[in-house]
């Protein structure tokens, strides 16, 4: 299978690093092709907007989707989204390592989604869901939060599918994605070594495993 990785953690010694390149060693050696992308390392700018074009249409009132749509069909989207875009495209499937900010992805990766997934090319208009473009595909969190799993539950944080929900019903079921179960590490700070490391050969296993699973999931629907 293709896999496309995007990880978003300044630390290149964290443990998102180390569930990143756990991943990478673990699917090449199973006899997958993978590409990735580390936002911070690539110093990846976030912020959507004019700036995302060579041209636009209408220089006097910008609208995001009305460029996006002018620059899908005329070739004017900038180099750098252009070269993630193939990689999605390219991949089966997709996933995000993150640490959870605030109750969703830090900025870089949002602005990654922001700047990437354009109307005309991963959605337009009756290409959503189960229409969308990205049909077949499936996608995946990998995600290490602070806080015990204990706190996620409706009396305090709220449950983890619920804070989730906003990235795996808002950005990847809309394209059209297949969602897998989320890779959550719990209070990641708090974790010894041996229990790092044990969450690295479950990941490792996991993924090793992963068309199994994905087959296991296609004949259940």
């Known amino acids: 299978m293709k896999i496309l990785i995007i990880l978003a953690h300044p630390e290149e010694k964290s443990f998102n690093a180390a569930m990143f390149n756990t991943a990478i060693k673990s699917l ?10 580390d936002l911070y390392k690539k110093n990846y700018q976030p912020v959507s907007g004019k700036e995302n074009f060579s041209q636009l ?13 002018f620059a899908v069909q005329q070739f004017t989207l900038m180099p750098d989204i252009v070269s993630e875009q193939e990689k999605v495209e390219w991949c089966d499937i997709l996933i995000w390592q993150f640490p959870l900010y605030w ?27 189960s229409n969308g473009f990205s049909v077949g595909k499936q996608a995946m969190l990998s ?16 449950d983890i ?37 044990t969450h690295l050969d479950n990941w490792s296993k996991r993924l090793i495993n992963i068309e199994t699973e994905i087959t296991k999931i296609k004949m259940i629907n």
């Open 28 to 37: 090449e050696e199973a006899g997958h092709e993978v590409k990735t992308t």
């Open 143 to 158: 995600v290490t939060t602070g806080g015990p799993e204990k706190n996620y539950t409706d009396d305090k944080y709220g």
């Open 161 to 197: 599918d619920s804070i989730l929900f906003p990235i795996h019903r808002g950005i990847f079921e809309f394209l059209g994605f297949s969602v897998l179960q989320p890779e959550i590490v719990y209070s990641v700070e708090r974790l010894t070594d041996e229990e790092r490391k």
């Open 103 to 129: 109750f969703s992805a830090p900025a870089i990766l949002k602005g990654w989604a922001d700047k990437v997934f354009t109307m005309g090319k991963f959605y337009d208009n009756g290409k959503i869901f």
């Open 57 to 69: 249409n209408n220089p006097n009132y910008f609208k995001q989707q009305d460029e996006e749509l």
